[in-house]
Nanobody, 114 residues
Framework: QVRLVESGGGLVQAGGSLRLSCATS????????MDWSRQAPGKQRELVAD???????NYADSVKGRFTISKDNTKNTVYLQMNSLKPEDTAVYYC????????WGQGTQVTVSS
């Protein structure tokens, strides 16, 4: 079955960096389209970045220029490199498989202190 396991979250000071990883199994990763979304307390879940089957990427305006999404087809893993973190980036970050199935990871907490 499809499995998505996020890691890499934690506590970081404003201006710092974190790299989130989403290890996957149960499907053909090389054809997958995926995204990272986040949900802050009291707010709706929002799309942060996505990567298509062909490797094209899109970013929310709030993270453009600071975050980078990437896929490693040899490790069946999708990453989110987060630089210049801000307190408003604090949220639970979720890995989401869009294609060929719809599935979510359990989430990883990112906390950015000011």
């Amino acid at each position: 079955q499809v499995r998505l396991v996020e890691s890499g979250g934690g506590l970081v000071q404003a201006g710092g960096s974190l790299r989130l990883s989403c290890a996957t199994s149960g499907f053909i990763f090389s054809i997958a389209a995926m995204d990272w979304s986040r949900q802050a307390p009291g707010k709706q879940r929002e799309l942060v970045a996505d990567i298509t089957t062909s490797g094209s990427t899109n970013y929310a305006d709030s993270v453009k220029g600071r975050f980078t999404i990437s896929k490693d087809n040899t490790k069946n893993t999708v990453y989110l490199q987060m630089n210049s973190l801000k307190p408003e980036d604090t949220a639970v970050y979720y890995c989401h498989l869009r294609f060929p199935f719809n599935s979510w990871g359990q989430g990883t907490q990112v906390t950015v202190s000011s």
